[in-house]
């Protein structure tokens, strides 16, 4: 629990003493809703009627307790010190409580169908979103769907299409048919690992899928201000691609339009490669840097003409906030609004509201007040690691600001931006990358000097020179603004490419297991926040706090660095099975279960692709029938993956005791108990499955279990 600011004096019973914590309490708001939201994502099995009532029960008994206490300290039967840390405690305990309510809520909020089945068939809907996918194909995101033969009961809210033909695309809001194949969206490729069918669900995704065939479009937007609305962002994302060109073009127009559909693969490839790729998303960065340019250009004018008598004295400040904040929902609105996006400008919003309320607009408070109004909108931003990334970041940056106040006023004056510019990029690193490392098993070893050589240039040529075009398109006269962006777009993609092309610029990790992250979490915050300021920061409670943060910090580094990885790791579907070797995994095929292997392969910190991870030497035996022995604390395994027709006829002949067989099909062999078969009806039902060799046998484990389940599961 965090200590009052400005410490506490020591009253004698039935005398209140001094205390002011309201400082020092709101940014820990965000923290206990944290707790309650992540401790409902981590419960194995969905609440039920029980879970909720007991919240409400902890709700009302939190709220009476700092009035039954206040009570009895007022009539001198209770210390008043006891009073206010019961106080503290019941005020952490609510909001936690509130937390998981607000999880638990925004859940069932969302519910709608989750295709059980695959489906091939003509399918109708509204389009309300495109985008492109990671392999370069376009995608469609629809509503109102409707799927022949399949009862509305039955038919997901929402279906994601990716088109597999080049093809001329609708605009959000129009009604379209094709035939596309359809299915559930898939789970972890491994237990543990990532869940796309949570973020699916909170998405109200119900079914994912391809199509080969042309979109045609059956009705145009009944909303005209949607169609309005797209053809300005489509009509200035094209200007920008045409007039600066290439994939400068294209990641110009994603920085102001938000349409991404430009960007080539590889674009985003050796971005991410550079620790870049968070410019090409809007971000914080994005609302931040045209937030500040707008207030500082109106300000600036304010005071021009405030000198030269055109206006009378006035909290010029105010007013440039103000149209900051305009310019910023405009931003909002011009680039579609996506949930990154959405999360920035109430970021942005709440410190340009403290500027106009008198209040500091960067400071701890602010972001706190912004991180909880996201948690309460949507708690499910918790698990992203967009959020977990930017708000680290942010506060991070805000604790960085008062030490170099200090350390700046005996620095050369030449010299304090270019040390201020290394400082953020050094500090917003450090506390993002073991966040993106324990996400994506990935660590840009280069990032940092990237970020150095174009963040600058984001925020003096591309932001500004975006806003300029935007302001002259009217009249004609965007050209100069778009060729200043273009140059600061051309320098970005080039200082992304020699950074990537460098060797080692990447170093892949093992996957972190799920207690790390919200270990890191606690820790970080127990640590650094655990003093707010005041006379009392050297108590024995601070004391044990902070130990308490680095020793969570400390079991989080040593679980990550002592986690085993399976020995033995099979796809959901049955077409992919990797074995764990002293020279690296190796997938018993070079081809199929790519998504799977490719995933293992990545989490494993093995920069090999499927391909060349099959050549190393385990398996044996024709395509249709895999065979590999393993030799572990003395006993021998043997392990077979059958795919194809003939799978029956090799199962017969070769289950026998200790052995493991994987099948893509379904099995009726005579072999039963003698061998451990996980053929496509067991898969169908516990998902993928990780095996792990030890010295009693065989331990595995599956994505899912008969006896629990989500909602998403």
């Known amino acids: 629990m965090p200590a009052p600011a400005g410490g506490t004096q020591r009253a004698s019973i039935g005398q209140r003493p001094s205390i002011n914590i309201r400082a020092g309490l709101l940014p820990w708001v965000p923290f206990w809703l944290s707790l309650g939201i992540g401790g409902w994502f981590l419960l194995p099995n969905e609440p039920g009627s029980g879970f909720y009532a007991s919240l409400s029960l902890i709700g009302g008994f939190c709220v009476l307790l700092p009035v039954w ?154 909303d005209r201000s949607t169609l309005v609305l797209h053809r300005i962002r489509m009509s200035l994302s094209e200007a920008m691609r045409e007039r600066i060109g290439g994939q400068s073009g294209a990641v110009s127009a994603a920085l102001m339009t938000g349409d991404r559909s430009g960007i080539a693969e590889h674009t985003n ?101 912004a991180a909880s109004i996201v948690l309460v909108l949507g708690p499910e931003a918790l698990t992203e690691p967009g959020f977990q990334m930017s708000f680290a970041a942010t506060v991070a940056l805000i604790l960085m600001h008062e030490p170099w106040l200090k350390l700046s006023g005996h620095l050369p004056s030449w010299s304090r931006p270019v040390l201020m510019l290394f400082a953020s990029s050094f500090v917003a690193g450090m506390v993002t990358a073991p966040i993106a490392a324990a996400h994506f098993g990935r660590m840009t070893q280069y990032g940092l000097l990237a ?53 080692s610029a990447v170093t892949l990790f093992p996957t972190a297991p799920r207690a790390v992250l919200p270990l890191m979490a606690i820790g970080a915050m127990l640590v650094l926040l655990g003093a707010p300021s005041g006379a009392g920061n050297r ?48 997938p018993s095929k070079p081809r199929g279960g790519n998504f799977a292997v490719e995933n293992w392969l990545k989490s494993d910190g093995d920069i090999a692709d499927q391909a060349i991870a ?55 062999t005579s072999a039963e108990n003698k061998c451990l078969i996980l053929d496509k009806e067991y898969l169908e039902k516990h998902g993928a499955v990780a095996i792990f060799l030890t010295e009693y046998g065989l331990k595995t484990v599956s994505v899912d279990t008969p006896d629990s389940g989500r909602f998403w599961r």
């Open 539 to 586: 108590t024995a409670s601070l004391i044990f706090r902070r130990g308490l943060g680095a020793a969570l910090l400390a079991a989080a580094a040593l679980l990550w660095l002592n986690t085993k990885r399976p020995d033995i790791l099979i796809s959901a579907q049955g077409d992919a099975v990797a074995v764990l070797t002293p020279a690296g995994r190796a």
């Open 614 to 668: 099959a050549e190393r030497v385990l398996w044996q035996g024709a395509a249709a029938n895999r065979r590999a022995e393993l030799n572990h604390a003395g006993i021998r395994y043997r392990i077979g993956h059958l795919t194809g027709k003939a799978v029956e006829q090799e199962a017969d002949t070769y289950c026998n005791d200790g052995d493991i067989l994987v099948a893509n099909r379904l099995l009726n």
């Open 451 to 503: 970020n150095m050589l174009v963040v600058p240039v984001v925020g003096t040529l591309v932001m500004p020179g975006g806003v300029f075009a935007a302001l002259l398109a009217p009249i004609g006269l965007a050209q100069p603004a778009l060729w200043v962006m273009g140059l600061g777009t051309d320098w970005m993609l080039a200082v992304a490419k020699w950074i990537s092309d460098l060797d």
């Open 69 to 222: 206490t206040a009570r009895l300290a007022e009539d001198g039967r209770f210390d008043w010190i006891w009073a206010d840390r019961l106080r503290l405690a019941a005020f952490a305990l609510l909001l936690t409580a509130l937390g998981a309510g607000l999880a638990g809520g925004r859940a069932h909020m969302v519910a709608a169908p989750v295709l059980g089945f695959r489906y091939y068939g003509p399918i109708e809907g509204r389009v309300i979103g495109i985008d492109r996918s990671s392999r370069d194909r376009m995608r469609l995101l629809l509503d109102q769907v409707g799927l022949h033969g399949v009862a509305p009961s039955r038919t997901p809210e929402r279906v994601r299409i990716s088109l597999l033909t080049p093809q001329d695309l609708p605009v959000p809001g129009q009604r379209v048919m094709l035939t596309a194949h359809l299915g559930p969206p898939s789970g972890p490729s491994e237990p543990g690992g990532f869940d796309f069918r949570r973020m699916a669900w909170f998405g109200r995704l119900g079914a994912v899928g391809y199509a080969r065939t042309p979109v045609m479009t059956v009705e145009q937007p009944a």
């Open 269 to 369: 490839q050796i971005m991410r490669d550079s620790n870049l790729y968070h410019i090409v998303s809007i971000s914080g960065l994005h609302m931040s840097m045209l937030a500040g340019f707008i207030y500082a250009a109106l300000r600036l004018c304010g005071v021009v003409m405030q000198g030269l008598g055109g206006i009378r004295a006035g909290p010029t400040h105010k007013f440039a906030a103000a149209g900051a904040l305009c310019a910023s929902a405009m931003y909002l609105w011009l680039s579609g609004g996506g949930v990154a996006t959405e999360r920035s400008f109430i970021m942005v919003a709440i410190m340009l509201l403290a500027i106009m309320v008198d209040r500091r607009a960067v400071s701890l408070r602010t972001v706190a007040v």
